[in-house]
């Protein structure tokens, strides 16, 4: 069992950036795949990043490619997801996710979640 906490949402204007950071309990952080999702109310949760165990593959939704920057730090159990110029789209509430078997963007594919944080850009 993992257990996933995010955290660093919160409110901020367009153009602003934002760091979420999700912390993984356990002492085998290194063997899971993460993934960085998001889900706006009346839509589908959506993937917008993933990065493999030991950080050298990196995946991006175009919608944020460019803008977000998924990383890890296996020693403190920690991955991040950097988000610059965010945009009104960007809303949602976001979960970092473990993947004990493959790497992917498919949220069928993830085994554990993390709670959710919330991250509201105005215009």
């Known amino acids: 069992q993992v257990q996933l906490v995010e955290s660093g949402g919160g409110l901020v204007q367009a153009g602003g950036s934002l760091r979420l950071s999700c912390a993984a309990s356990g002492r085998t952080f290194s063997s899971y795949n993460m993934g960085w999702f998001r889900q706006a109310p009346g839509k589908e949760r959506e993937c917008v990043a993933v990065?493999?165990?030991?950080?050298?593959?990196?995946w991006y939704a175009d919608s944020v490619k460019g803008r977000f920057t998924i990383s890890r730090d296996n020693a403190k159990n920690t991955v991040y997801l950097q988000m610059n110029t965010l945009k009104p789209e960007d809303t949602a509430v976001y979960y970092c996710?473990?993947?004990?078997?493959?790497?992917?963007?498919?949220?069928?594919?993830?085994?554990?979640w993390g709670q959710g944080t919330q991250v509201t850009v105005s215009s």
């Open positions: 996710a473990a993947a004990r078997f493959t790497y992917s963007s498919s949220r069928s594919e993830y085994d554990y």
């Open positions: 990065i493999s165990r030991y950080g050298g593959t990196t």
